[in-house]
């Protein structure tokens, strides 16, 4: 099979127009493409290079899964920048009951005296650190309730919209003339 021959196999497996694969390759005339794909050694080569684009397709799509697996198990692994559905909502609900834990630095500062070789008295401020696990202030536990409530009123279970059973009310002091008997 010669050069112009081994075109026409190459731009005929793109598209299988074989019309405009002969005079891509160079042959000019209506029988052309008629006459090389009449040609068992022609068909053959088509056949090969489907097969060889076949089995280059099938490698990038393994490659592709591949790399698509292995990030998806690295974002897993590493919990990457972005934080999933499911892990906000973890974090909030745990914020919410209070077993998230925050850590706190105590700074406590106290006097001590010491001797000098020489006798003399030197009274010092020594600083020292401790940490602390803490639990969420209220303020923050009412916050992450709050977004929990609103992104479950968001989904719209109940048949109004926005409404999902919970009502936080504000603390109302009424005076002694409002006030029912």
Do not use: W
């Not at 081994?6 to 000019?28: H, L, M, N």
């Not at 998806?72 to 209070?98: C, I, K, Q, W, Y």
């Not at 008295?121 to 309730?145: G, H, N, Q």
Request: aromatic residues 4%; proline residues 3%.
């Amino acid at each position: 099979m010669n050069e112009r021959q081994r075109r026409f196999c190459s731009e005929y497996v793109k598209d299988r127009d074989a019309p405009r694969a002969a005079a891509a390759a160079g042959y000019t005339g209506a029988d052309a493409a008629k006459r090389l794909l009449a040609r068992g050694d022609i068909r053959a080569a088509i056949a090969a290079a489907d097969a060889d684009a076949n089995d280059a397709e099938d490698a990038a799509e393994d490659v592709t899964a591949d790399a698509c697996g292995a990030a998806e198990e690295t974002a897993n692994e590493t919990a990457g920048p972005a934080a999933t559905h499911d892990e906000v909502l973890a974090f909030l609900s745990s914020v919410m009951r209070g077993t998230a834990r925050d850590t706190i630095v105590i700074q406590n500062k106290r006097k001590i005296q010491y001797t000098e070789s020489d006798g003399s008295k030197i009274t010092d401020e020594e600083t020292m650190l401790e940490f602390a696990s803490v639990p969420p202030r209220l303020s923050e536990a009412m916050a992450a309730a709050d977004k929990l409530h609103r992104y479950y009123a968001s989904l719209g279970t109940d048949e109004e919209e926005g409404a999902c059973g919970i009502v936080i009310l504000p603390k109302i002091e009424l005076t002694a003339d409002e006030q029912i008997n």
